[in-house]
């Protein structure tokens, strides 16, 4: 019998031990994304997704969970003050981050910012009631015009497209609100303003909201202004809205986008960082039909579109591996 206690004592301690070492080596990693009615916050659901259900097939101990944020310019923000150590970010903002310029110039450049992969195109989609008599960004002269809530990349966005007028927000629109990407498509149908600007992917839901729920559309923004921003800002580019996209939309429209792309600090642990990436692109088929926002994505383009800081050694470590990277 004291045999038999003496055998369960060791046993139940060596379970103990076991269970206090898994404990101990598991790591968690929340990825910073944006509001609920974009694609970045679903986007950093299916990369959790995918990097939670690779535990037993990768053999790591990883929870990975998702945080609803103000947006790309508050991620950089949370990054650079090590509030957060992945985020998802527009590659305009990242660039500026890595160099303390436009919008960071009250905090400086972030060195240590770093690259991991570009996710979807964001297209700059300009939303307005049929009653607003908009067909282009020229008409919503002194109109009642949501950019974008406070601190997210796409009121950033709208502020330096408009610079490119010699404008601002203020001055150009009859009043700027900024409401979040969950309240612009209500706020639309139900006339508190005439149109939104959002920077997302195409068939994002704060769009599909709008044009499904009221007499909405989108519009075209593709002018020399346009051209000559593109053509100073490689990061930026043309994107087309392919005719049928949206409800009520009879024609191909022309505006202009740049990738989203997933950051980090470079302090971030490098295998939560390489089973990150490799989770993503070891199940990239799997990734990109998670959503429509991705059908353009390829492991190539992934690896080089809107970088313009570092990548990081955990992220780069995957592609040499796969032979992405030299």
Known sequence: ????????????????????????????VN??????????????????????????????NIRCTVE???????NLRSIQAGELD??????????????GSSKFEDVGANEDLRFLF?????????????????????????????????????EATMNFALSRYDTDAESYFGQ?????????????????I???????????????????????TVLNWNDETIDAMIEEFPYYGKSIIPNGTYRGQTEELTTWGLPATLVASASADEEVVYNMVKAVFDNFEDFTAQSTLYVAITREGAVVNGRSV?????AERYFKEVGLME
């Open 1 to 28: 019998m004291k045999t038999k206690l003496l055998l369960a004592l060791a046993t139940g301690a060596a379970i103990a031990l076991a269970s206090g070492a898994a404990a101990q080596d598991r790591k968690f």
């Open 86 to 99: 992945v985020a998802i970010a527009q590659a305009d903002w990242q660039y500026h981050s890595y160099r």
């Open 31 to 60: 990825i910073g994304t944006a509001g609920i009615g974009g694609g970045y916050y679903p986007t950093g659901g299916f990369i959790c997704n995918v990097l939670n259900k690779s535990r037993e097939a990768q053999g790591h």
């Open 176 to 192: 700027a609100t900024r409401l979040t990407s969950r309240e612009q498509a209500q706020a639309l149908c139900d006339g508190k």
């Open 118 to 154: 570009s996710l979807h195109i964001d297209t700059a989609h300009l939303v307005a009631r049929a009653d607003a008599g908009a067909t282009s960004f020229d008409d919503l002269e002194g109109k009642i015009v949501n950019i974008g809530n406070a601190g997210s990349g796409t």
């Open 68 to 74: 609803s944020t103000g947006g790309s310019v508050a």
């Open 310 to 314: 570092p990548v990081h050694p955990g």
């Open 194 to 216: 005439d149109a939104f600007f959002y920077t997302t992917g195409v068939t994002a839901s704060s769009i599909t909201e709008a044009t499904n729920t009221c007499d909405a």
